[in-house]
């Protein structure tokens, strides 16, 4: 094989790929289109088993799964082909249909795929160690807010000694809260992975 053909041909395989990978990452939105074209269609032709149709292989598809919903997208496409004469001209209409509307169905399905995917990770995440429970924020903003007071009551006047004693007094129960927030959160987070366990 001469070298201007292997380019030719690893230009195609990268011209394959990038088409493919554009067409997997815009999926769902191009069966959402279709979906919508498929309504539009059943509006405009007032073909309102369609419309029922193209909703019910959605429901099907996130529900029961994606070969209930091609199943039900089959039987109905035998039933619209035996009992609805097309004219030659629309012939192939319904055999689009059955293919977007599987296409949907697999649109259904797989979103039901992503949200059980997501609920589950969320589920396994544990909680980041840096939260802390809201009374201990305020226990502490409390404390910061009675000696901000305390201390800075008058700015010409200096703080009386009783006044930085209960400072003082304040900062300790602070640095206490703060010596057992470490041992709550060791706690808490074996509660946690045995309860997940």
């Not at 149709?53 to 035996?82: C, E, H, K, M, N």
């Not at 980041?128 to 305390?150: D, G, I, K, Q, Y």
């Not at 006047?157 to 470490?182: N, S, W, Y």
Request: hydrophobic share 50%.
């Amino acid at each position: 094989m001469s070298n201007f053909s292997q380019k030719i041909k690893q230009f195609f395989d990268h011209l394959d790929m990038v088409f493919l990978e554009w067409i997997r990452s815009r999926s769902t939105l191009i069966a959402a289109i279709l979906g919508i074209f498929l309504i539009v269609w059943g509006i405009a032709t007032q073909d309102w088993f369609l419309i029922v149709q193209v909703i019910v292989s959605a429901a099907i598809g996130y529900r029961l799964g994606f070969i209930p919903g091609v199943s039900f997208d089959t039987l109905i496409a035998f039933i619209r082909f035996y009992h609805v004469h097309f004219e030659v001209v629309l012939l192939p209409f319904p055999f689009l249909q059955y293919f977007i509307c599987a296409y949907i169905t697999w649109l259904g399905f797989r979103h039901h795929q992503m949200s059980a995917l997501l609920k589950e990770k969320l589920s396994e995440l544990d909680p980041p160690n840096h939260v802390v429970t809201w009374s201990f924020v305020n226990e502490v903003r409390n404390s910061l807010m009675a000696m901000r007071l305390l201390l800075f009551r008058y700015a010409k006047e200096t703080t009386a000694q009783t006044d930085m004693k209960i400072v003082e007094e304040e900062l300790l129960r602070l640095e206490t809260l703060f010596g057992k927030l470490p041992k709550e959160e060791k706690k808490t987070s074996i509660k946690m992975k045995k309860e997940s366990v």
